[in-house]
């Protein structure tokens, strides 16, 4: 039920009891615990053995300002390039979502990390946070662009975790820092931001990622608590089977309905399956106010592995990897 994070670059004693612990699905990796290709290898393998059960290692790397693993990767442009490339050559700028989508999960499978959190498909309105995270400011084009990135994550042997549903990009505030509150009606969301979650969805996105923002007009709590955005809307009416994640419950737009205990609660009652615990310093009271909470259907995770490449030697030896390597590269050398 739970995806926490870790301290450092080693495993810390407490973290290793943590991460034995049946309520802990998965762990959520950080810039803090890389220093080099090695060093996050030995990191992986060491996690993995503390599980036999399907268990899942994901990481941010969506490429430009969140990008976790840097030295010794792909340095990956900001999906806003790709977003401006389709501007200019709609045909080039789908090929490019497909190659950065193949790259960086090819990349981060070559690591055996089961998932990064993407694609962000939020539109390009203004917000402080996403900024050049997403694509681009129209939902048709964002829809557009990321089934392309979908697609090609697929391809590359890693499930695509769409986000921040039902949409972060149309308001101001960053959500990690304070509340955000979104007052358009129901209609005028259908008519924009879940334009490209409802067509991802159609597609077949393994796992959605809800954000904390709250949309009055539709339902008092915010997204990831709410039963109306989790269970009527992307389960009933978009027809959503897949993996639900909450955004990290450490965030300050996560804390309205109270402590760690109660924010876990509020999730998991809305419908969520997985649970971000992003600070280790929470973790062990995250740990303790549910140990009596079932663990995690491991039909869950399993179905989130599902897609996996058996090898990576199957996705290097793909004769594009080349081609999108050099692409990609003259995409992030223009944008700098």
């Known amino acids: 039920m739970l995806v926490i994070g870790i301290h450092d670059k080693q495993l810390l004693p407490p973290e290793r009891d943590w991460l034995r612990a049946p309520l802990v699905s998965g762990v959520i990796l950080f810039a803090r615990n890389f220093a080099s290709r090695e060093q996050v290898t030995e990191l992986i393998a060491d996690i993995r053995g503390l599980r036999a059960d399907p268990f899942l290692i994901c990481v941010d790397q969506e490429g430009g300002p969140v990008q976790r693993f840097r030295a010794g990767f792909t340095r990956l442009p900001a999906l806003a390039r790709i977003g401006e490339a389709y501007a200019r050559d709609r045909v080039r700028g789908l090929a490019l979502a497909e190659e950065h989508a193949w790259l960086m999960a090819s990349e981060m499978r070559a690591l055996d990390i089961d998932l990064s959190f993407a694609p962000v498909m939020d539109l390009a309105r203004g917000n402080v946070i996403?900024?050049?995270?997403?694509?681009?400011?129209?939902?048709?084009?964002v829809s557009e662009l990321g089934l392309a990135y979908v697609r090609s994550m697929r391809l590359a042997g890693m499930a695509a975790t769409i986000k921040h549903f039902p949409g972060h990009g149309s308001v101001r505030e960053d959500t990690h820092v304070e509340s955000a509150v979104d007052l358009r009606t129901l209609e005028e969301l259908r008519a924009t931001d879940l334009i490209p979650f409802a067509d991802a969805i159609i597609a077949g996105a393994d796992a959605v990622m809800m954000g904390h923002v709250a949309y009055p007009a539709v339902d008092a709590s915010p997204a990831g608590y709410s039963r109306v955005w989790i269970q009527d809307i992307l389960r009933s009416e978009l027809g959503f089977r897949g993996v639900v994640f909450?955004?990290?419950?450490?965030?300050a737009a996560a804390e309205s309905v109270g402590g760690i205990g109660a924010r876990i609660t509020a999730h998991r009652?809305?419908?969520?399956?997985?649970?971000?615990?992003?600070?280790?310093?929470?973790?062990?009271?995250a740990l303790a106010a549910h140990r009596d909470t079932p663990p995690c259907d491991p039909a869950h995770v399993a179905t989130l592995l599902g897609s996996v490449a058996s090898t990576w030697q199957a996705l290097i030896d793909n004769p594009q990897r080349d081609r999108f390597l050099a692409h990609i590269t003259a995409l992030e050398t223009a944008s700098v």
């Not at 996403?130 to 084009?141: M, S, T």
């Not at 009652?269 to 009271?285: F, H, N, T």
């Open 130 to 141: 996403i900024g050049e995270r997403a694509f681009h400011a129209d939902p048709k084009i």
């Open 269 to 285: 009652e809305a419908g969520c399956d997985l649970i971000l615990v992003c600070k280790p310093q929470i973790v062990a009271e």
């Open 246 to 251: 909450s955004d990290d419950i450490s965030m």
